[in-house]
């Protein structure tokens, strides 16, 4: 994913609006599910609407995540509080496969206790709302995804957009069983029970991947690269070690420069070095550290 750069302010801000519409969508969509399941009894409906109340306690969740991920570092917390947003996604993952497995267990009942649906009509409006105001919201995430790379919002907004899909296949069971085919409302929700584990798996993992200090995409790996080797006085870059936590870029490496350069010259090419990477990741931590072009450290092999 590209991200656009924007300042750590604005991030912050973009941020927080996010969780505050994420937190406030899902108490609207509460509220209209709750009336819909008890005018229609429709298990789809619960299905639907026990994900709206899980969405809110993640989104909640989320909430204070993100405001404990913005805070500055402490003395306690050198590195920063970002790695609070990865827990969020790890949370959420572990509330989404939580409602799958309710929802499987309440669609197999409906399938061996079948019970008549009632005002379908009302069903199908207020579910046609839970998409636009869900739509809606995805929208707005992903433009805060696009500009902050944010874990944790990434992972609300692919809770949000299996939302989507939940609701769509809500509609077609409702319309199904209007039609003739009542059995089809719990064969819907099974399905739907099914792709929302399998959107707990995928933020599961992103999350761990981040709470173990995975590397930066390969594409972030080159660009680094290339912009430390661009300055005149580089002859090479090595050791580049890379991790991100919240919205904090973590930048290791070493460049080599003429044996023959002061010690002075080179720190000023490296300060160079540091400030066009902070120019391409502006929350970035960068240590750079020199060495002499043609001298093997053997305490860092690792070429790039």
């Known amino acids: 994913m ?127 709302f839970a998409i636009a105001a869900t739509l809606v919201l995805v929208m707005f995430q992903r433009h805060v995804i696009a500009r902050t790379n944010s874990t944790a919002i990434r992972a609300d907004a692919l809770h949000y957009f299996t939302d989507l899909i939940t609701n769509t296949s809500t509609i077609v069971a409702l319309v199904l069983a209007y039609l003739g085919w009542p059995g089809m409302d719990a064969v819907f929700a099974l399905g739907i029970a099914a792709y929302i584990l399998y959107s707990a798996f995928q933020i599961g993992v992103e999350a761990v991947q981040l709470l173990m200090d995975h590397e930066l995409p390969e594409d972030d790996k080159r660009q680094i690269v290339e912009i430390a080797s661009r300055h005149p006085a580089v002859r090479g870059v090595h050791d580049l070690r890379t991790r991100r936590s919240g919205q904090t870029y973590f930048i290791q490496c070493h460049l080599e420069f003429d044996g023959a350069m002061s010690l002075q010259a080179a720190h000023a090419a490296s300060d160079e070095v540091f400030f066009d990477l902070q120019k391409a990741f502006p929350n970035a931590d960068v240590i750079i550290h020199e060495d002499p072009a043609g001298v093997e450290d053997p305490a860092h092999t690792q070429k790039l």
């Open 2 to 128: 590209n991200v656009i750069t924007i300042d750590s302010a604005h991030s912050s801000h973009l941020l927080r609006l996010a969780t505050y519409a994420s937190v406030a969508t899902a108490l609207v969509l509460i509220a209209g599910k709750i009336a819909a399941w008890l005018m229609t009894g429709s298990v789809s409906v619960m299905a639907s609407l026990v994900d709206s109340m899980l969405d809110a306690a993640a989104s909640i969740v989320n909430l204070l995540a993100v405001r404990y991920s913005l805070m500055p570092p402490d003395r306690d917390h050198r590195f920063g509080h970002g790695k609070a947003e990865p827990l969020a996604g790890l949370g959420q993952a572990a509330f989404i496969a939580g409602s799958a497995v309710f929802l499987t267990l309440q669609a197999i009942e409906r399938l061996l206790h079948p019970q008549p649906l009632r005002d379908l009509a009302v069903g199908i409006g207020v579910m046609v």
